[in-house]
T-cell receptor, first 111, second 112 residues
Framework: NAGVTQTPKFRVLKTGQSMTLLCAQDMNHEYMYWYRQDPGMGLRLIHYSVGEGTTAKGEVPDGYNVSRLKKQNFLLGLESAAPSQTSVYFC??????????FGDGTRLSIL | DQQVKQNSPSLSVQEGRISILNCDYTNSMFDYFLWYKKYPAEGPTFLISISSIKDKNEDGRFTVFLNKSAKHLSLHIVPSQPGDSAVYFCASGTSGTYKYIFGTGTRLKVLA
């Protein structure tokens, strides 16, 4: 009964390094989302996908890329990490336009 | 410019009493509203939603009220239980889009 699984849970990067965050869901949901949560702010949508092979920009897409090659996986990439991207990242999936099931988050620190 | 505001950062309530969490929004185009609960080190959990065609939606101990003219919604939890202690987020958006704006959250503490 995994639901939405995010990998890794924690990561520390140096400025300029790249990395990929993986989100996997086992509910056969069409819609998947990547959010970031920063202190004193609500969750903000980075990118989302309405189905396999599709991606779209959210509220704060700059500095991130995404891919949805398989329906169950939604990858978030940082090509050249910046300290401003230090955040907690949440992936979500749903059967509709509103996020329903969230992963437990990836805490990312960029030094 | 925060389009969705939760003006109370925290709230303490005695077990068995009612918890009322509030949320205000500014965009009159918003027509769909959601509440989520979040425990530490976990992702948010969807609780309840409401469309602008309704002014109330109930699910067990949770009821959401919508006042469109005031651009205000509230989540009522009755009776409150210690397990309800968490951070509660409201989110608002236009039902035809995928971009929902989240509030900053209210930390609820239910005292036994």
């Amino acid at each position: 009964n995994a639901g939405v699984t995010q990998t890794p849970k924690f990561r520390v990067l140096k400025t300029g390094q790249s990395m990929t965050l993986l989100c996997a869901q086992d509910m056969n949901h069409e819609y998947m989302y990547w959010y970031r949560q920063d202190p004193g702010m609500g969750l903000r949508l980075i990118h989302y996908s309405v189905g396999e092979g599709t991606t779209a920009k959210g509220e704060v897409p700059d500095g991130y890329n995404v891919s949805r090659l398989k329906k169950q996986n939604f990858l978030l990439g940082l090509e050249s990490a910046a300290p401003s991207q230090t955040s907690v990242y949440f992936c979500a999936s749903s059967t509709g336009r509103q996020p329903q099931h969230f992963g437990d988050g990836t805490r990312l620190s960029i030094l | 410019d925060q389009q969705v505001k939760q003006n109370s950062p925290s709230l303490s309530v005695q077990e068995g009493r009612i918890s009322i969490l509030n949320c205000d929004y500014t965009n009159s185009m918003f027509d769909y509203f959601l509440w989520y609960k979040k425990y530490p080190a976990e992702g948010p959990t969807f609780l309840i939603s409401i469309s602008s065609i309704k002014d109330k939606n109930e699910d067990g101990r949770f009821t959401v009220f919508l006042n469109k003219s005031a651009k205000h919604l509230s989540l009522h939890i009755v009776p409150s239980q210690p397990g309800d202690s968490a951070v509660y987020f409201c989110a608002s958006g236009t039902s035809g889009t995928y971009k929902y704006i989240f509030g900053t959250g209210t930390r609820l503490k239910v005292l036994a």
